[in-house]
Every structure is written in structure tokens, then in C-alpha cells.
């Protein structure tokens, strides 16, 4: 999978990263100071490992935040460092995913749905699309906080398709910051940050798109993974976060030796296409306006959410999928909206 020989890419890098990465962690609120659960480990750890790296080849360590490449790889060695220990690769059945990727994400969606991620970092397969005219094949996902200014992201790392012949992944960081703003904003900031750290060096091959498109369909995807209603595995097994074995050297955490692929709205993908049939364009000949009611047709999905808890104390915004409906469907009973069966 290519996840797992990103990760041995980058292992070969830096030899040492992994049992920097279990001390750093084993430091948590100690030597270190404390960072919240959601986040695995902040970029700063993976900046200096990456900073000893290359003074060790020779690199001036200061010069690090101007070098490119070593930018880049703080960003791809958090990630990765995250996924490792759970290793997790989400791959949706399709008719969901083109249904998921085609929510608009618009509203006051809250930052704080992303806490709800499976795992501390997703690789998330992304058949057909792309990122800035470049063909993607997915990408990594986790959360990012700064000790320093307290300040939340989300990180992405797009799997890109690189040159024919480079061995070296074309992989690339992208922060989406968090905060009072509303979710809509903060993918309109990415695509600008994108654009001035990446863009020249891309070449897209049309920027006709909206600002939003670039990022909304990742965006997306992870929303479903972080809702109520997300179909994610089976009846049996479903994604968690490990927990740490006490070692002689501290608590580690150790990872699975292959990648586990999750498959994501198998249920729901197949009522969709169950409820297909029934589906008609909405839009008629004149004659069909002047009906008392439409056509049968699938009213096309979207995000709804709502806080719980009590007014006065602490509350939680759920956040939930609506599928596609079938709308006055031809036998005359009431919509059927479309539900995943277990």
C-alpha cells in the first residue's frame, strides 16, 4: 500500500525518528510540556528530529525553516508518525464516496467535530480526484497543536502522483487552522496558504475551479469519518486508539505490522444504489411543471448537526450525514430516506 512504503521511505530517512517520537510522548507533561489526547505529537517534536538530522548531514539546523524539502518533511514525519501506530487506510465504497464528496460544506459547522477522528491520523483513499491539477491517491489526516500559542489545526498530507521515475514520494503538508471561524472560511485560507508554499512549483493545469473545490471534497470525507452516522468496518471490529505497554524504557506504542484497511458506508452504498431505480432527473419537459407535484428524484445529501447537553454546562455538537432521498417516489408513499441496514 502506498501508506505503508511511505512510512518505510521515511524510516530509511531518519532511523531514529520512531524512538524519538515513544520518548517525546513518554515526556508528555513531564520534561515536555502537555498536549492535549487528540493530538499524537505535536509538529514541534518532528521538528527537531528532523533538525538533528540534518545537522548530522551537515545541514545548519537554523536554516531548516527556509530549506523547502526539510519544511516539508516536519509536516509528512508528523503525520506519519501518527499513522503509524494504528496504520488505518479508509477505503469508501464508491457510490458513497462520490455522494459524500459532493456535500457542500457550508454553514457554522464547528472545528471541534474534527476531535472525533478514529484514529490519531487517517490515510483516506481518493479515487479519481485531485489536488491543484494534480492526481491524488489520497491522503493523511491528523490534528496539530502548538504549546507555544495553544493554536489547533488540522493537517493534511496529499499523496500526489509524482514523476514516473522518482523514488521520492511526492507528498504535501497542508495546514487548515482552527478556530471562531466558521469551517467554510478556514478552507479558503488553506487554498491561499497552498497556493503561496506549493503552487508555483505545481503548474496546475487549470485553476477554473472555486477556491473551495480544492479542499472541500477531502473535508468532506473526513467529516463523514467523524460523524454520528459514519458506517466505518462492521458489525465486529471498528477503528480505535491503541493504548500505550509499559517497557523498560517507558510506555511505547506498537504498531501493527501491515496496514488495516477499513471499508467505509458498504451498507449505505448499497442501499444507494438499491434506491437508484427510482431516481428521475427533477428537471422536466415544460409540460411536467405545470404537475401538482415533481418527479421522483434523489434530493442530494448534506451535513446537519446540533449541540447536546445542558444550557448552562458543558456541550457537544453531533454532527450527522443525511443521504440522498428519494422524493415522491412512484407508488405514492412518503420519501424514503436512504439508511444504512445492520
Known amino acids: 500500500m502506498r501508506p505503508k512504503r511511505h512510512l518505510e521511505y521515511y524510516s530509511r530517512l531518519y532511523p531514529d525518528a520512531w524512538k524519538h517520537v515513544d520518548s517525546m510522548r513518554a515526556d508528555r507533561g513531564k520534561a515536555l510540556p502537555f498536549w492535549p489526547e ?11 528530529i528532523v533538525s538533528a538530522e540534518a545537522e548530522r548531514q551537515g545541514v545548519i539546523p537554523n536554516r531548516v525553516l527556509s530549506a523547502g524539502p526539510l519544511v516539508n518533511d516536519v509536516g509528512i514525519l508528523g503525520a506519519l508518525a501518527a499513522w503509524r501506530v494504528t496504520q488505518g487506510v479508509y477505503r469508501f465504497d464508491l457510490d458513497v464516496f462520490r455522494s459524500v464528496i459532493d456535500t457542500p460544506v457550508n454553514g457554522d459547522i464547528p472545528h471541534d467535530v474534527f476531535f472525533n477522528l478514529p484514529e490519531w491520523c487517517v490515510y483516506i483513499e481518493t479515487p479519481g480526484l485531485t489536488h491543484l491539477g ?18 489547533k489545526e488540522l493537517r493534511l ?25 466558521s469551517l467554510e472560511e478556514s478552507i479558503e485560507r488553506a487554498y491561499v496558504e497552498a497556493l503561496r508554499q506549493g503552487g508555483k512549483g505545481i ?41 500505550s505497554t509499559k517497557t523498560k524504557k517507558g510506555p511505547r506504542l506498537f504498531p501493527p505490522d501491515k496496514p488495516r484497511t477499513w471499508d467505509v458506508g458498504v451498507r449505505m452504498g448499497a442501499a444507494i444504489r438499491r434506491y437508484r431505480t427510482e431516481s428521475v432527473s427533477v428537471d422536466g419537459d415544460e409540460s411536467d411543471r405545470h404537475h401538482a407535484s415533481p418527479r421522483t428524484h434523489i434530493r442530494r445529501a448534506h451535513w446537519h448537526g446540533f449541540w447536546t447537553g445542558p444550557r448552562d454546562g458543558e456541550q457537544k455538537y453531533i454532527l450527522k450525514w443525511i443521504s440522498p432521498v428519494v422524493v415522491n417516489p412512484g407508488d405514492g408513499e412518503t420519501p424514503v430516506t436512504i439508511r444504512p441496514v445492520k
Open 38 to 48: 487528540w493530538c499524537f505529537l505535536p509538529l514541534a517534536g518532528t521538528y527537531s
Open 134 to 151: 494534480v492526481p491524488m491517491y489520497g491522503f493523511f489526516a491528523h490534528l496539530e497543536y502548538d504549546a507555544n500559542t495553544t493554536r
Open 157 to 181: 498530507v496529499m499523496d500526489l502522483q509524482g514523476e514516473e521515475r522518482s523514488l521520492t514520494p511526492f507528498l504535501m503538508p497542508i495546514p487548515i487552522h482552527l478556530g471562531t471561524w
Open 203 to 243: 503548474q496546475p493545469k487549470t485553476m477554473a475551479k472555486s477556491i473551495k473545490s480544492e479542499f472541500e471534497a477531502p473535508i468532506s470525507l473526513l467529516l463523514y469519518l467523524c460523524s454520528a452516522n459514519g458506517e466505518i468496518g462492521d458489525d465486529t471490529k471498528s477503528p480505535t486508539k491503541p493504548r
